[in-house]
């Protein structure tokens, strides 16, 4: 059975940091796109970033880039999406998706799911 654990989420201050991490097992993803994607209460999923399986191009949504870093490593077969200088807005379920396609990660669609962790950013 094929499956992606997150962890890492929790409660944060504004301006604090979470790292949250990605576990997969069943298959090999080494070959495979990677991402996380969030969804806000009241509204609609959104893409948060990806990393392609060289680990070589990475892509943010505009929101985030320059607060949040994505990285993998294939060996362990796991993502990890470090959270830098968090906002209230940033308050949402994030899921790992992992996909042969880059673009469909991008266009909030995969493949493969997580069943999501809570991040919330309140003072």
């Known amino acids: 059975q094929v499956q992606l654990v ?5 409660v944060v201050q504004p ?6 991490s990605c576990a997969a097992s069943g298959r090999t993803f080494s070959r495979d796109a990677m991402g996380w994607l969030r ?6 999923r959104e893409f948060v970033s990806t990393i392609t399986w060289t680990g070589l191009a ?12 994505i990285s993998r490593n294939n060996a362990r077969n ?15 379920v ?3 998706v992992a996909d042969a396609s880059i673009d469909r990660i991008r266009g909030v669609s995969a493949s493969f799911w997580g069943q999501g962790t ?4 309140s003072s």
Do not use: I
């Open 6 to 10: 997150e962890s890492g989420g929790g």
């Open 78 to 92: 796991a993502v990890y999406l470090e959270m830098n200088s968090l906002k209230p807005e940033d308050t949402a």
């Open 39 to 44: 969804q806000a209460p009241g509204k609609e």
């Open 58 to 69: 990475r892509s943010y949504a505009d929101s985030v880039k320059g607060r949040f870093t």
């Open 118 to 121: 809570q991040v919330t950013v």
């Open 94 to 96: 994030y899921y790992c």
């Open 15 to 20: 301006g604090g940091s979470l790292t949250l």
